[in-house]
């Protein structure tokens, strides 16, 4: 186990690397300064976070802070167990809660100060109040979706939704056409 003592400010173009100092225990005197050595670099890690899709994410600028919309009912017992989404509940309430962010990846956010299991808005948060006055007013209609599901229709850039998009309407159009 070591700790970081500098980073170069410099990454390697094709591969995204760097050089860093770390500073180590050598208590049998087998390592010598300058050596070289691939290694692990963990950060943000805890055994507290909970994780919580990057789309449920919401910054409240003015305040430089994060967090996401709790919704107060819990719609998994609508959730469907072969991992289909459930139909649309009655409208439920909703809250806004700051989280801290401690580690940040491409799809998913390690985060404090949300209880595990907690039900978030994946999207349409942009059209809640942060504003706790609002609180008792605000409510959505909730769709649980599959984790998995949810991760995947995150990870799907625009242009691949249109490439699927047409190729379906190439489909039906060729079959209409027989």
């Given at each position: 186990?070591?700790?970081?003592?500098?980073?170069?400010?410099?990454?390697?173009?094709?591969?995204?690397s760097t050089e860093a100092s770390i500073d180590l225990a050598n208590p049998d005197g087998l390592l010598r300064s300058g050596m070289y050595v691939d290694v692990d670099v963990f950060f943000g890690e805890s055994e507290t976070a909970t994780l919580v899709p990057i789309s449920a994410l919401h910054e409240i600028p003015r305040r430089r802070a994060?967090?996401?919309?709790?919704?107060?009912?819990?719609p998994s017992q609508d959730h469907l167990s072969d991992g289909s989404e459930s139909s649309i509940d009655d409208r439920s309430s909703v809250r806004f809660q700051e989280v801290g962010i401690i580690a940040r990846g491409r799809r998913t956010a390690g985060v404090t100060g949300l209880p595990p299991g907690a039900w978030v808005v994946a999207t349409g948060h942009d059209?809640?109040?942060?504003s706790p006055a609002d609180e008792e007013t605000q409510a959505v209609r909730v769709r649980?979706?599959?984790?998995d599901r949810l991760i995947a229709l995150q990870g799907l850039q625009s242009q691949d939704v249109l490439s699927q998009f047409l190729q379906r309407q190439r489909g039906n159009a060729s079959a209409a056409a027989n």
């Open positions: 186990e070591a700790r970081i003592s500098r980073i170069s400010p410099f990454l390697e173009a094709g591969s995204f994060f967090g996401v919309f709790v919704v107060a009912a819990d059209l809640l109040s942060t649980p979706i599959d984790w």
